[in-house]
T-cell receptor, first 113, second 110 residues
Framework: DAGVIQSPRHEVTEMGQEVTLRCKPISGHDYLFWYRQTMMRGLELLIYFNNNVPIDDSGMPEDRFSAKMPNASFSTLKIQPSEPRDSAVYFC???????????FGSGTRLTVV | DQQVKQNSPSLSVQEGRISILNCDYTNSMFDYFLWYKKYPAEGPTFLISISSIKDKNEDGRFTVFLNKSAKHLSLHIVPSQPGDSAVYFCAASDFNKFYFGSGTKLNVKP
């Protein structure tokens, strides 16, 4: 199994531009999570899906952030327009259930200048 | 307000000694606790977990202790090895929603 695959690994963009982060979960995992990691706040849950349906998006910081999961093998996190304070590492993770823990992707390092 | 806290941002331990990483939480409804290990430029890797009905779980050199009355979780690594140097995150679960601490950077010196 290739694990959770995220793309791109690194993204540098100018303030105001749209940014799309992508994630392919492990096949068969029913849960998909988007996290953001910063030095100040550690790992923050942004949103999670169960069977492609968004369950809790209370961690999404602003309306500029949106996430979709059109099918069981793909999810996107979009920021429009991006701002410098959005600079962070964004992780995608998938899991079968709480008892198995997560498998994380390698993350996307986003820099907004 | 953070529901899971790791108050020590860093820890330095000599090789062969015990490493103890601590974690506090506020929500008594959490039913599952996990520890993750993260190397630079990689995603966190699941390390060990414990259900709220237990107070100890052991896996090789790693043992997790849960003190529900104190709402405190700890990870013991014995003996510590240089390869254990990484950032360790504790996490708590409430109905499949996970809350992470901010991490503790462990440095194991040869």
């Amino acid at each position: 199994d290739a694990g959770v695959i995220q793309s791109p690994r690194h993204e540098v963009t100018e303030m105001g531009q749209e940014v799309t982060l992508r994630c392919k979960p492990i096949s068969g995992h029913d849960y998909l999570f988007w996290y953001r990691q910063t030095m100040m706040r550690g790992l923050e849950l942004l949103i999670y899906f169960n069977n492609n349906v968004p369950i809790d998006d209370s961690g999404m910081p602003e309306d500029r952030f949106s996430a979709k999961m059109p099918n069981a093998s793909f999810s996107t996190l979009k920021i429009q327009p991006s701002e410098p304070r959005d600079s962070a590492v964004y992780f995608c993770a998938s899991s079968l259930s709480a008892s198995t823990g997560y498998t994380f992707g390698s993350g996307t390092r986003l820099t907004v200048v | 307000d953070q529901q899971v806290k790791q108050n020590s941002p860093s820890l330095s331990v000599q090789e062969g000694r015990i490493s103890i990483l601590n974690c506090d939480y506020t929500n008594s409804m959490f039913d599952y606790f996990l520890w993750y290990k993260k190397y630079p430029a990689e995603g966190p890797t699941f390390l060990i977990s414990i259900s709220s009905i237990k107070d100890k779980n052991e896996d090789g050199r790693f043992t997790v202790f849960l003190n529900k009355s104190a709402k405190h979780l700890s990870l013991h690594i014995v003996p510590s090895q240089p390869g254990d140097s990484a950032v360790y995150f504790c996490a708590a679960s409430d109905f499949n929603k996970f809350y992470f601490g901010s991490g503790t950077k462990l440095n194991v010196k040869p």
